[in-house]
């Protein structure tokens, strides 16, 4: 025991301790606080690593209080950094799809109003592209601007119309034949001012939209999506682990499993911090629920 305190001697000289001190401390069991953060780092690394590394401070507190976790914005944020994790950053846009100055255009039939009341009352829709080893893989999305649920969506090697066509009939088939009332957004792209994709659209009963012309606001909930697309997927921490994009079909794998989380598990401000399939089921249920009451009147 004199030689271990022999050891220490130097230490509480610097520290200005007596080596009695210095003992007590070190034998001091964790405190409540130590002990807490010791559970919760970990638990807060899982949630991070499980929703492809892209959380923030807000969305991994909200994820862990609906895992049943009672901790702090402010408790998170000091874990976060203890654990050296942060949140996905958004770059700027590359503009993808060019206008055809000979079609037709659509009429405007959103205005920036990129609100509905109801799925299936406004969809938007956008292109952008992934640079590969192969290529240059082409993206598109169609979102419900309810929910931001992504109803279709297709990746391709190319970016004509048919690609465009190919995610309208993935939505088609996931959301119904028949939506009557439904407005289609779009920027001016050849793709979506061509006579196929507005017959397409009449199939369903769906009026095309198009904004204005080099006016990222007039189709900024696409562009939205989009951006945080490339944030947390194509330039995000997952690319970290996975290695640059070596294929279309890479791209396209990583996108299906990207398409499936960000319907069924991302949070999303915009919806109260719930996934949209939940902000779906939720507007059901509470359509039911009103459609029983009316009944009982």
């Known amino acids: 025991m004199a030689g271990r305190r022999l050891g220490v001697e130097p230490i509480c000289r610097v520290l200005q301790v007596a080596p009695s001190t210095y003992y007590a401390a070190k034998g001091r069991p964790l ?38 976790y009672d901790v702090g914005r402010d408790q998170v944020a000091r874990l976060m950094r203890a654990e050296g994790i942060a949140g996905a950053v958004r770059t700027k846009r590359v503009r993808t799809t060019r206008r055809d100055d000979k079609a037709v255009r659509y009429p405007d039939l959103v205005k920036r109003d990129f609100t509905a009341t109801a799925p299936n009352g406004l ?24 929910s931001r649920m992504i109803v279709g969506w297709r990746v391709a090697s190319h970016m004509r119309t048919h690609m465009v066509l190919d995610a309208l009939e993935m939505a088609r088939w996931s959301r119904g034949t028949h939506l009557g009332g439904l407005r289609c957004h779009s920027d001016a792209g050849s793709q979506f001012t061509s006579v196929r994709y507005g017959e397409r659209l009449a199939e369903i009963g769906a009026a095309p939209s198009i904004g204005t012309v080099a006016d990222s606001y007039d189709n900024a909930l696409a562009e939205t999506v989009n951006g945080y697309y ?17 294929s279309v079909e890479d791209v396209e794998l990583a996108t299906l499993g ?18 949209p399939a939940e902000y779906e089921q939720a507007h059901y249920a509470a359509q039911r629920t009103n459609e029983q009451l009316v009944g009982i009147q």
């Open 31 to 68: 405190s409540a606080r130590a002990r807490r953060d010791a559970e919760l780092g970990p638990v807060l690394r899982q949630l991070w690593e499980e929703n492809y590394r892209v959380y923030g401070v807000r969305k991994l507190w909200k994820e862990a209080r609906r895992a049943g």
């Open 230 to 246: 490339k944030a947390e997927l194509i330039r995000g921490p997952i690319r970290d682990q996975r290695g640059p994009w070596k």
């Open 258 to 275: 990207w398409v499936h989380w960000h319907n069924t598990e991302r949070l999303h401000g915009y919806l109260g911090d719930l996934p």
């Open 123 to 146: 969809w938007v829709t956008d292109l952008t592209f992934v640079p590969t080893w192969a290529g240059i893989a082409y993206v598109c999305f169609i979102i419900d601007a309810f």
